[in-house]
């Protein structure tokens, strides 16, 4: 399962990337907003999604998304089992490198500085790349998953 969230910022792209996933036959929740709020607060729908996908953080996926991205990434990642990682523009391999070096299992949009097409197209690149398991991103990962739990 996917979930999916934005803020107003990020709302027409979520609109938009709701398409992609369904002509990917890829089953999704939209947590919300479900219309456009201008005043809207973006942990108020982030967060609820971070944790859907913290309940199988192995399996499910989430997609968040804002004007930067950057507060979302950083609710997203206030929830015990989420590694979210942020793609605002800059290269697309970045989101590759999130799913295979630290099995991110939510992505953060920038709306404001990334086309629709370029997200379809991350988006797309980040649903499809596995991470693959590796020694040494899976002992960081782990050391991550500690120092959640450690504090």
Do not use: C
């Not at 070096?101 to 690149?125: C, D, E, W, Y």
């Amino acid at each position: 399962m996917i979930y999916i969230a934005s803020d107003h910022a990020g709302f027409e792209l979520k609109e938009h990337l709701k398409t992609l996933l369904e002509k990917m036959g890829l089953e999704f929740t939209d947590i919300g907003p479900h219309k456009y709020q201008e005043q809207d607060d973006y942990p108020d729908y982030i967060f609820p999604a971070a944790k859907k996908v913290a309940e199988k953080p192995d399996v499910h996926k989430g997609i968040v998304i804002g004007g930067s991205g950057q507060g979302e990434v950083i609710v997203a990642n206030k929830v015990k089992g989420i590694r979210a990682g942020l793609y605002n523009g800059g290269p697309e391999e970045i989101v590759t490198f999130m799913r295979t070096h630290n099995n991110t299992n939510v992505l953060s949009l920038g709306a404001q500085f990334i086309s629709p097409q370029q997200a379809l197209m991350v988006v797309k690149s980040w649903l499809e790349t596995s991470y693959p398991g590796e020694e040494r991103h899976q002992r960081r990962i782990d050391k991550i998953s500690r120092l959640e739990r450690d504090g």
